[in-house]
């Protein structure tokens, strides 16, 4: 798939452009939580169009988003002063132990598993991986959450990396 070619019609997706304010509500009720109560340093990996950078950098946070696609680039530079840089999500191009928070959406599944140590280097002592995957339809019975069709995970841990 080229992201270049998708990046126009991305948005077009009430959880990919939260552009619906009960879905960016819903965004920010899920995901501010999970980060440091003051501000930090996250970084957004396979940020797309920079709608969580955006989300992110509203609270306070200082963002550096990363993508392969020049153009979902370029339209994620008109929503915040949030700081992106073209690369490898696989391989980010940022210094490592540098970041309280890795944060990924949506985009774990189109990555080698080595990725994530890559990642976690990327972490400060005592910081946080934050990740929200998952896709497809959700299992029979299922109740819809208010982000996406289906919400499950774990709950995270602080970094113990020296």
């Known amino acids: 798939m080229s992201?270049?070619?998708?990046?126009a019609t991305f948005d077009d997706e009430p959880d990919h452009g939260l552009r619906d304010?009960?879905?960016?509500?819903?965004?920010v009720a899920l995901l501010l939580p999970r980060l440091p109560s003051r501000p930090c340093r996250i970084a957004d990996l396979?940020?797309?169009?920079g709608s969580v950078s955006a989300l992110f950098a509203e609270a306070g946070h200082e963002v550096h988003g990363v993508d392969q696609s020049p153009r979902m680039l370029e339209i994620a530079?008109?929503?915040s002063d949030a700081e992106f840089r073209l690369g490898d999500a696989a391989d980010p191009p940022l210094d490592p132990a540098s970041y309280d928070v890795v944060f990924a959406r949506h985009v774990l599944w189109t990555l080698p598993e080595e990725s994530l140590g890559r990642w976690v280097e990327l972490l400060r002592p005592g910081g946080r991986l934050v990740l929200v995957e998952g896709g497809g339809r959700p299992a029979p019975g299922s109740p819809p959450t208010s982000v996406g069709r289906w919400c499950c995970g774990i709950?995270?841990?602080r970094s113990s990396r020296n």
């Open 3 to 7: 992201w270049d070619s998708a990046a």
């Open 21 to 27: 304010p009960a879905v960016k509500a819903a965004w």
């Open 46 to 49: 396979g940020c797309g169009t």
């Open 77 to 79: 530079r008109t929503k």
């Open 155 to 157: 709950a995270g841990r």
